[in-house]
């Protein structure tokens, strides 16, 4: 049911930046879009959400397109505590879903020392 | 920030038997939980959503009879596997939500049927 697209796989060098994209071409009004980043062998963790506007936490910046059907999670540097698989995530309030989260595949962000 | 604990974080059963895996909310309030399975490289699957003081609400495929759910108190849900067989075995989480926050997730509890 997850109604993101991400990369399978991308990489990085430590200390530079990382853009993840997400695509939601079929976003609605009221879908939040969530960022959760996951560990081997351990549950996700909350990275970063938004609306309509970008967002900054000490974490990440959520970069959202205008139209709202892509988002970029950008991480300013990497390190290598950042390898994990990233989930972008469509949250809707409304309707029978009422605020469920569906993950789909990710991405897995290899980080290079 | 908000924390939840789950607990055992690791289980071995024999088939036949049942487990059960506690969520816990321990600095906020949570009226609804959330119930995940994860096998090896693939994604988390939605299992059901869990209410306080109501029937939970399974996902399509689920046996609700089989991975029964009770969320009897505002920091607690559980999940007892009922006469688990070793295709149960899986990574299971669970996950809680604050208001407008983020959801907040459990660390997990591996389980292994043998």
């Known amino acids: 049911d997850a109604k993101t697209t991400q990369p399978n796989s991308m990489e990085s060098n430590e200390e530079e930046p990382v853009h993840l994209p997400c695509n939601h071409s079929t976003i609605s009004g009221t879908d939040y879009i969530h960022w959760y980043r996951q560990l081997p062998s351990q549950g996700p963790e909350y990275v970063i959400h938004g609306l309509t506007s970008n967002v900054n936490n000490r974490m990440a910046s959520l970069a959202i397109a205008e139209d709202r059907k892509s988002s970029t999670l950008i991480l300013h540097r990497a390190t290598l505590r950042d390898a994990a698989v990233y989930y972008c995530?469509?949250?809707?309030?409304?309707?029978?879903?009422?605020?469920?989260?569906?993950f789909g595949r990710g991405t897995q962000l290899t980080v290079w020392p | 920030g908000a924390v939840v604990s789950q607990h055992p974080s690791r289980v071995i059963c024999k088939s036949g038997t049942s487990v059960k895996i506690e969520c816990r909310s321990l600095?906020?309030?949570?009226?609804?939980m959330f119930w995940y399975r994860q096998f090896p490289k693939q994604s988390l699957m939605l299992m059901a959503t869990s209410n306080e003081g109501s029937k939970a609400t399974y996902e399509q495929g689920v046996e609700k009879d089989k991975f029964l759910i009770n969320h009897a108190s505002l920091t607690l849900s559980t999940l007892t596997v009922t006469s688990a067989h070793p295709e149960d075995s899986s990574f299971y989480i669970c996950?809680?939500?604050?208001?407008?926050?983020?959801?907040?997730f459990g660390s997990g509890t591996r389980l292994t049927v043998v």
């Open positions: 600095d906020f309030q949570a009226t609804t």
């Open positions: 996950s809680a939500v604050q208001d407008n926050y983020g959801y907040t």
């Open positions: 995530i469509l949250r809707d309030l409304r309707g029978s879903t009422l605020g469920r989260l569906y």
